[in-house]
């Protein structure tokens, strides 16, 4: 078949077609059919043809470029032209360089050049610059021609603006990786730079910082000036931060009004406390938006990298639990993270839950301490002191749940349930005759709570029979009192409208003592036990007492002291004018029902009782304080004496100027209270103890202690010439 149709190619035939010449060739067609076809037909299909080429070259929206083998451009179409915004005129002898946008790097050329080279095309994305400077990103697509030589003769691209398609894709770039609001990187993109810069860091060995901020104040801001004031804040704190912070650090939004800061390229914690503070800083400038001024703060907690893990997560975790600790330490702050600290707050959650579940088993309980007057006997009342019955741990003192819970809603809570239940108490116990009168402990907090005063109302109404002077609060005077006006109402309420009493507690121990007394309603003042316990070692703390009774006389109240261990204590007490006490030497606190029973036992202390018919005259008073602060001395010195040298004890007060005997000395002295030869006497006899005393102390310190307790009985004797005087003194004037 081919050979015919080769074979009919050499002839051209002539005809003569209505009187007109007319070239052409045979043409075989299917079957046997043969037809002529002219060659002017042949030409018209080949013009035709060229022209739709050339059409489809301009019409069509893709560009075209062609260049010569030396890269300069020969001819584009009119699509070029509409992408570039070059004529062809302006374009042709130039070179495509003319549209770099320099975003590609040297490499992303060789690359081309190199697929044109070896297989004589390159397709990929390149972003140009138009010829009004517009970066457009394009898909390329470049094929080599070759001459006969195998010689690239020409390169002709084909390109399509893709640009739209870019935004595109780039916006779902944005929302998969940035904060729709602030524009902040997100949370996936920070945890993806974390890795990247914590290889870095492993190579070039510094540290990171991962820290957590969280503003302040903003909630309050948001409420009360709706979302767009608070969108606006949100944005230009987010601004800011980004402008405090280095490019390679990270500043990440993380939510509401949480962010994440990757610090890099860090030497140590005190290296990134500058930027911390800078960014407090710049946080805490007012923003202003529809012109009011808007004033926020932010903490931070920080945590660092390789020290605490290296598990983004966790590093984050850290830092929101040093951020908690920043805000409880003040807010507008930084804190970095402690390890220990961070247990400290673990375990105190999960013992505050364990003590909400604790009040709803059931598991708090009520002890009460007596508290008697010393000189009649009487026991005239009870403190209600809580307890945690534990059922693993046993039963738990206040100091292990009250502080956790101080400042919680828990801590009103569970100060309701004590008001309840000793209330309750009281009423069982006026059913069997009893009638102490309770003293219930109250936090501040609960006290200033503002459904403290209706509570209380409603519990005493539940008992009709309880006199209301029966219970009395007590308001821990050492602790921040907070707001005294506040404080003062409120207890002014329930000593008119309820008819209860309230005693200043650890009275002393607090800084501002004198103001408390003076503002607050309380009748009672309660010595601190701190003092009570070296009273009769310590001249400042029988200062500080002495000095309390005074204040309590000339404010009209009346006072007890707490802890009260030893009749010794006691006797001083009532010497210097303090009647009613409470202690361990009279009864440690007890579960309610043992209270009766030891109240039936209860036998008054004979000594406390024998000074109830005296009336102690200035040199009475003195030269017992004497006597009891001597014989103190003496017995807790030969203690000292007798324990091991590694015994815990401690000796009294070897300072013969220091000594609280040598001070009862002075104030004798002082107000004239002895005749002179008395008092040289007195002076001397108290130098002469204090000489043997020093004596054995030596020994006992040259590990000489069978010397050392020897000489005990020389002490014992010089103690009894001292005490014998001092007795004589009494009655001699
Ligand atoms: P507080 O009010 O000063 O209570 C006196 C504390 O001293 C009690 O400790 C008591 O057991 C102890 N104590 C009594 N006599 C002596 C003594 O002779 N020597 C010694 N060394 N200690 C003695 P407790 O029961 O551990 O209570 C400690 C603190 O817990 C109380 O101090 C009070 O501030 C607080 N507290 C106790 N119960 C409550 C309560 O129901 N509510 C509130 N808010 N606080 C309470
Ligand atoms: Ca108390
Ligand atoms: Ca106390």
Request: proline fraction near 3%; glycine fraction near 4%.
């Amino acid at each position: 078949m081919k050979d015919v149709k080769r074979w009919l190619d050499n002839f051209v035939i002539k005809l003569s077609i209505n009187s007109k010449p007319v070239a052409g060739r045979l043409r075989k067609n299917s079957g046997n059919v043969i037809s002529f076809l002219t060659f002017s037909s042949q030409y018209k299909a080949t013009r035709e043809l060229i022209e739709l080429r050339a059409r489809v070259y301009d019409d069509v929206p893709e560009g075209r470029i062609i260049t010569d083998a030396n890269t300069i451009i020969i001819d584009v179409n009119p699509a070029f032209s509409k992408i570039t915004g070059y004529s062809r005129e302006e374009i042709i002898g130039k070179t495509p360089k003319i549209l770099s946008s320099g975003l590609q790097s040297k490499t992303f050329y060789a690359l081309m050049w190199r697929s044109l080279q070896e297989q004589g095309h390159w397709q990929g994305e390149v972003w140009n610059r138009k010829k009004n400077g517009d970066i457009y990103a394009e898909r390329l697509n470049i094929v080599a021609f070759y001459d006969q030589h195998h010689s690239v003769s020409h390169y002709v691209g084909l390109l399509s603006d893709i640009t739209s398609n870019k935004r595109q894709q780039e916006q779902l770039d944005m929302l998969a990786h940035y904060d729709v609001l602030t524009q902040l990187p997100n949370r996936a993109l920070i945890v993806d730079r974390f890795k990247q810069a914590m290889a870095q860091a492993k190579r070039s060995q510094t540290q990171l910082a991962v820290c957590f901020l969280d503003l302040d104040n903003f909630k309050p801001i948001n409420d009360s000036y709706g979302h767009h004031v608070g969108d606006s804040i949100l944005i230009e704190i987010s601004r800011r931060m980004t402008h405090n912070i280095r490019e390679s650090d990270t500043v990440s939004r993380q939510g509401g009004d949480e962010f994440a800061l990757l610090l890099t390229d860090i030497d140590s914690f005190a290296h990134c406390e500058q930027s911390l503070r800078r960014i407090l800083d710049a946080i805490s400038q007012p923003v202003v938006i529809d012109d009011i001024s808007h004033t926020i703060s932010a903490s931070i907690g920080v945590t660092m990298y390789p020290a605490d893990s290296d598990d983004f997560d966790t590093l984050l975790r850290h830092a929101d639990h040093a951020m908690y600790e920043a805000k409880q330490s003040g807010r507008n702050r930084y804190q970095l993270y402690n390890v220990e600290q961070d247990q400290l707050i673990v375990f105190k959650h999960h013992r505050l839950l364990e003590i909400e579940q604790a009040l709803l088993n059931g598991e708090f309980q009520l002890y009460y301490q007596p508290k008697v007057n010393m000189l009649t006997g009487d026991v005239f009342g009870v403190e209600a002191l809580l307890r945690w019955n534990h059922p693993e741990q046993g039963i738990l003192l206040p100091v292990d749940f009250l502080p956790i819970i101080a400042g919680t809603a828990l801590e009103k809570k569970l100060g309701d349930w004590v008001i309840e239940y000793a209330v309750k108490q009281l009423n069982e116990w006026q059913e069997i005759e009893l009638r102490p009168e309770v003293s219930i402990n109250i936090s501040s907090n609960h006290l200033l709570s503002s459904s403290f005063f209706d509570n209380l109302k409603w519990v005493l109404n539940e008992h009709p029979l309880i006199k209301p002077n029966a219970i009395q609060l007590e308001i821990l005077e050492s602790s921040a009192l907070g707001d005294l006006k506040a404080i003062h109402d409120v207890l002014e309420r329930c000593i008119s409208e309820l008819g209860i009493s309230a005693a200043l507690d650890d009275f002393g121990t607090g800084y501002s003592s004198l103001t408390h007394l003076r503002a607050l309603p309380a009748n009672i003042i309660k010595i601190d036990q701190s003092f009570v316990r070296d009273l009769l070692d310590d001249p400042h703390d029988y200062s500080i007492i002495d000095g309390v009774i005074g204040l309590a006389e000339a404010f009209r109240r009346e006072v007890i002291a707490e802890g009260v261990e030893t009749t010794e204590q006691g006797l001083m007490l009532i010497v210097m004018g303090c009647l009613q006490a409470q202690g361990y030497v009279i009864a440690k606190p007890m579960p309610a029902d043992e209270f009766p029973r030891w109240l039936q036992n209860y036998r008054p202390n004979q000594e406390w009782l024998e000074c109830a018919d005296r009336q102690f005259s200035p040199k009475e008073k003195q030269l017992k304080l004497l006597k009891l602060a001597t014989s103190h001395w003496h017995n807790k010195f030969v203690e000292y004496i007798k324990s091991p040298q590694d015994s815990a004890l401690a000796p009294p007060i070897m300072d013969i100027r220091k000594c609280h005997c040598g001070t009862c000395i002075t104030w004798l002295k002082q107000e004239k209270l002895l005749k002179k030869g008395s008092m040289v006497f007195l002076k001397q006899l108290h130098e002469t103890f204090h000489q043997i005393a020093d004596s054995i102390f030596h020994h006992y310190q040259q590990n000489d202690l069978q010397t050392a307790r020897a000489e005990l009985h020389e002490l014992q004797q010089a103690f009894f010439i001292m005490h014998s005087t001092v007795e004589q003194y009494k009655t001699v004037t």
